[in-house]
């Protein structure tokens, strides 16, 4: 699956779901969209420049091309996701069920026939999740993610495969703007910190790798960096960038929501994706 989605859907998805806050958020207002809308369609390609404009590959077999297919409900939470890949076959499909209180409790993931290929099911005690557990099409467990709580807050996640644990993280220090958690997995212990301003993440540090956010007034990344860069290059978010850098520049509709994003890979370098995006508002399209 084409890595920029992790970009595209929630900024916290590519931070392994280490949250700020026990806040309740749709998932519109979670990926920063406004309005009433029911469906997001969104087209990753290979950038091209024609006459000093840049444009999509129009070709059937730009590797980097996906199409991906969010549906949501009134409530704002995604119902349905599907994605397409550059010879127009479907990759993924993920269908969301939740209960009368809005809270997710399953994912289902279908593959290529129409079957269920596997499915994740949210456990609650109270207000907290407390445990996600994979099943397979038959229901038996092949994984599961277990949280314990001080409150409200989540203090511990254990990660466990097949009944074994392999990977944990605790919390060792928090406040309105900070977060420490210690995470323990097959290759030792290594610290991970995040660093908010406004209730947006700043900064996340992995051992010692350290990466910069940076937003416009709409609160959309325009660049991330890692801040341990070396001359000599590194991989960063999976791209090779000798300097480390995600540079993102948007066209929006009249609603405030981004409708082309502009990906380059250095501070001058040429650009390498464009990313569009089809929102279907309930009262209609914007352009």
């Known amino acids: 699956m084409y ?48 006459n000093g404009l840049v444009d999509a ?10 199409n991906h297919i969010i549906k949501f409900n009134d409530d704002g939470n995604i119902i349905s996701y599907r994605s397409l890949n550059y010879k127009r076959k479907r990759v993924k499909e993920i ?19 129409d079957n269920i290929d596997k499915r994740k099911v949210y456990e ?4 907290n999740l407390i445990c996600i557990r994979t099943e397979d099409r038959y229901t038996n467990e092949l994984g599961r993610e277990e949280f314990k709580y001080d409150g409200d807050k989540v203090v511990k996640k254990e990660k466990y495969r097949n009944g074994v644990l392999v990977s944990s993280d605790t919390l060792l220090s928090n406040d309105e703007n900070y977060e420490a958690w210690e995470h323990s997995d097959e290759n030792g212990i290594t610290n991970h910190e995040f660093i908010y301003e406004n209730g ?14 940076e937003r416009d ?25 000798k300097e480390g850098v ?42």
């Open 57 to 66: 590959v129009k070709t059937s077999t730009d590797k980097n091309y996906y």
């Open 3 to 50: 890595k920029q989605i992790l970009f595209i859907l929630v900024t916290a998805i590519m931070l392994v779901g280490c949250e700020a806050k026990k806040e309740i958020k749709s998932d519109l207002e979670k990926m920063n969209l406004k309005g009433k809308i029911s469906k997001v369609i969104i087209a990753t390609n290979t950038a091209e420049v024609n």
């Open 200 to 213: 947006a993440l700043k900064e996340a540090i992995f051992g010692d790798m350290s990466y910069l956010f």
């Open 95 to 113: 269908h969301y069920e939740y209960d009368n209180n809005k809270r997710l409790i399953s994912e289902v993931y279908l593959n290529a026939d």
């Open 124 to 127: 609650y005690e109270g207000e």
């Open 246 to 287: 995600h540079i993102y520049k948007y066209k929006y509709d009249k609603r405030g929501n981004w409708k082309s994003r502009i990906e380059h890979y250095s501070e001058k370098g040429r650009a390498k994706f464009l990313v569009s995006r089809k929102i279907f508002y309930e009262d209609g399209d914007d352009k």
């Open 217 to 241: 007034e709409k609160g959309n990344i325009t660049k991330a960096y890692n801040a341990s860069a070396s001359p000599e290059g590194f991989e960063i978010f999976d791209c090779k960038s």
